[in-house]
């Protein structure tokens, strides 16, 4: 069984490596903001991420601050993000059918003429 500590660093990770498919130009405080974490801890994943070789530094050629680096995803964090992006959609359906099956039974407990929806 996977720990929640795990899972929930799974998903920032998740995140993470999606913004950066799509926009490989965001700046790490872009990246903190969009996630919901602190500036220092996106450089400390990015960097993991870089280790790991799942994520390359490039310049970001049409900054005007040279010093802007552009997060590109390697082919092995391509392949690391569709497996993860499958363990993330497996496990947000079994959280949306047990909170699903949670607010059919509190509606009974109401009674079906007192559906909110």
Avoid: C, W
């Amino acid at each position: 069984m996977t720990s929640k500590r795990t899972m929930l660093q799974e998903d920032t990770h998740f995140r993470v490596l999606r913004l950066l498919q799509e926009n490989p130009e965001m700046s790490q405080r872009e990246l903190a903001a969009a996630v919901g974490v602190s500036v220092g801890g996106i450089h400390y994943m990015l960097n993991a991420l870089i280790e790991k070789g799942l994520v390359k530094l490039g310049n970001f050629t049409a900054a005007e601050d040279k010093r802007r680096y552009a997060y590109v995803l390697t082919p092995k964090g391509i392949k690391e993000k569709s497996l993860i992006t499958s363990r993330f959609l497996r496990r947000k359906l079994t959280e949306y059918e047990a909170l699903k099956a949670e607010i059919d039974a509190l509606y009974n407990e109401l009674g079906e003429t007192q559906r909110l929806d």
